[in-house]
């Protein structure tokens, strides 16, 4: 049952715009072990793909169904009981969800962190580059806008 609350949470994850269950997943603990079911679903699939019937059966025997089915069960749920309310929410009060999902990727941040064995200088200083990239890239507007920023004039120049 916690695993498919965990697909469930992957899912919701899954319909907004910019945020990935991957991040739920590492949140959550179980991304290891998912990264790891779904690669065994992949060489079974490749192989049933190449006609390798007998090597597809073998790999499909090495992935953790136990694990997978209730994730992935879970996050099907959640995208089709979920994906209209989700929509509404980011229609109707996009600050208040962008703020739960950008907490979200804050703790996925933190959980990472602590993963780095030997933290270094040039981790915070990658870490810090790609914050700065994301928020000038997400700053971007998709409408037309009459006075774009110096950065936008540049990249259009390019």
Request: glycine share 12%.
């Amino acid at each position: 049952m916690l695993l498919a609350l965990r697909g469930y949470a992957i899912g919701t994850a899954d319909l907004v715009p910019g945020v990935s269950g991957g991040t739920v997943a590492l949140v959550s603990g179980i991304y290891p072990r998912l990264v790891s079911a779904v690669y065994a679903g992949a060489r079974s699939a490749g192989r049933a793909l190449k006609g390798d019937f007998r090597g597809a059966r073998r790999a499909a025997g090495r992935v953790d169904w136990w694990f997978l089915a209730p994730v992935v069960l879970g996050a099907a749920l959640a995208v089709v009981s979920l994906a209209r309310v989700v929509e509404d929410l980011l229609r109707d009060h996009p600050v208040r969800t962008a703020a739960v999902f950008f907490g979200l990727i804050a703790g996925s941040v933190w959980v990472a962190w602590r993963i780095v064995r030997e933290p270094r200088i040039l981790h915070g200083v990658v870490a810090g580059l790609v914050g700065i990239g994301s928020f000038v890239l997400f700053g971007l507007r998709s409408s037309v806008v009459a006075d774009p920023g110096w950065y936008v004039q540049c990249v259009l120049h390019l």
